[in-house]
């Protein structure tokens, strides 16, 4: 009878912890975070697939320009975006269901993950606590880009792993699943795609003694296929050469790994990102659960207190690793090593039960058993008082776009300058723009505001307005410039 309510008792929590999840993810979700380009970027490109049935960006009406090359967030992002648009109409709700979808199914196989690996019911909970309470998931999670649906498809993927891996290698499925898992992770981010890439090659090389089975791999390796070769129809149903393609895509690990627009050289770059992890609190905070996890590894391997490493704890290891080597010479925006500092917490409150054990003071036993729930608990407050998704701060870009945009009729004409992300509050697509971002992109006509006839302009707080200014009245909503047609305008 124990065991009974002990087994009934966690299923309660485990319950309470997913409605929480739940609750968490979709808490005021339309208007936290704000809209910005990236999520602009993709809402567009999924709506332009709804109305035109290509992959690209609407220019004008009817017309639109492909990305091909340039898109940077694949279909597994992209495809759900456009179905919810198909189903529920345009709008924000709609844009980032599927994102909430994504969300909790990297609860549900964080959970899953760690409780299989470490045969724990605890250590799993936390780690889905630590997720759950981290703020950066809600401000990269909620908007349509893919840094969360890419963890999923790898957690998941290392989930089969871990599976494939216990049966000794030999089990086809688990080896085709997972390895199906990975190519989907592949093809939602060229940080995926080379990241993972990269760890799992190296992981394979340091294990393939230990796969006596080697057949098996083949079938790992069918099952990244299906995935990439949608990929590769998607991304480049405009042709391209080899030579274009592979320049690409180095270009964008060039990208994710430089300053770009900054004077420093690679030496001052990476010894200013460096010192972010002692002078910065999410580094800061990364440092910690890194110092320990990896201090736990240690313990474990040279001291043998405990179970052998897992292939699967390899590999996530191997892709924090090189994640933060890329950080280090990047722009030294957080989101570049968001991946890490979410994979991180699958490891910790295991490394904590190792610490325990290694020490024989049961003072410090304690101490260190009360980490965790420390650190969730600082978590949670920050998330709801403190962090740029605070649960008590109103945020009102959102709500104000789509108040302003929601006058427009569908006959009347929209331009959209450099504000791709304003473009998912109206309500028709009878809308021109011009987005152009750093020296990679630009699409539209940049001449569009000479002389413009438009019956609405969306430029940014910044543009210069003069010329047009006259026949236009304007309205500020937030960083935004709404300017519409005088009657007297449009009868001349």
């Known amino acids: 009878m124990e065991f009974f309510i002990k087994e009934r008792t966690k299923k309660v929590i485990l319950f309470l912890v997913l409605v929480l999840s739940i609750f968490l993810i979709t808490f005021q979700f339309t208007d936290t975070p704000k809209v910005w380009v990236d999520e602009g970027l993709w809402t567009n490109v999924a709506e332009n697939l709804v109305a035109n049935g290509t992959i690209g960006m609407q220019i004008e009406p009817g017309v639109s320009t492909p990305l091909g090359l340039l898109l940077s967030v694949g279909y597994p992002v992209i495809f759900p975006v456009a179905m ?12 980032r269901l599927p994102m909430l979808v994504y969300m909790f199914l990297l609860v549900l196989s964080f959970f899953l993950f760690v409780k299989k690996l470490y045969d724990g019911f605890w250590p799993a909970i936390f780690s889905t606590l630590l997720l759950i309470s981290f703020s950066p998931f809600y401000g990269n999670g909620r908007p349509v880009q893919g840094e969360v ?77 299906p995935p990439m070769v949608e990929w590769f129809f998607v991304q480049f149903y405009v042709s391209y050469s080899i030579e ?51 201090f736990s590894f240690w313990i474990r391997h040279f001291k043998k207190n405990g179970r052998v490493f897992s292939i699967t704890e390899i590999l996530i290891f191997i892709f924090i690793v090189i994640n933060i080597t890329g950080y280090l010479k990047g722009t030294g925006w957080y989101r570049y090593f968001f991946p890490s500092s979410i994979l991180i917490y699958l490891f910790f409150p295991q490394a ?40 008590v701060k109103n945020r009102l870009r959102n709500d104000e776009l789509s108040l302003a945009l929601s006058t427009v009729s569908s006959s009347q004409t929209v331009l959209f300058y450099r504000t791709v992300e304003a473009i998912v509050f109206l309500k028709s697509n009878n809308y021109f723009q011009y987005m152009s971002m750093e020296d990679f992109l630009e699409v539209g006509d940049k001449d569009a505001l000479v002389n413009p006839t438009f019956d609405f302009i969306v430029s940014e707080t910044g543009k210069d ?12 909503v937030d960083r935004y410039h709404i300017f519409e047609r005088k009657t007297s305008c449009k009868n001349n």
């Open 84 to 95: 919810s648009f198909s189903l529920f109409d345009i709008g924000i709700w709609q844009a």
């Open 149 to 225: 649906p890419g963890l999923v498809f790898l957690v998941l993927g290392t989930l089969a792993l871990l599976y494939y891996e216990q049966s000794q290698f030999n089990s086809k499925k688990w080896a085709f699943l997972s390895g199906f898992l990975f190519g989907l992770s592949f093809s939602i981010k060229p940080i995926y795609l080379i990241v993972l890439g990269l760890s799992l090659l190296m992981t394979f090389i340091l294990w393939i003694k230990k796969i006596e089975n080697k057949k098996t791999l083949l079938f790992f390796i069918l099952g990244i296929l």
């Open 244 to 294: 274009d393609i592979f320049g690409t895509y180095l270009s964008f690990a060039s990208y994710f790994t430089s300053n770009h627009g900054s004077s420093l050289s690679t030496i001052q770059t990476i010894s200013s990102n460096f010192f972010k992890f002692f002078t910065e609190s999410t580094p800061i905070l990364f440092v910690l659960l890194f110092t320990t996890i990896s």
């Open 352 to 391: 904590i039960l190792t610490l325990s054990n290694f020490f024989t003071n049961n003072f410090l036993k304690r101490f260190v058993l009360v980490v965790p729930i420390v650190l969730v608990v600082f978590q949670f407050y920050h998330l709801v008082f403190l962090s740029d998704t605070s649960f």
């Open 465 to 476: 307005d003069s010329t047009f200014i006259s026949c236009y009245n304007k309205k500020i």
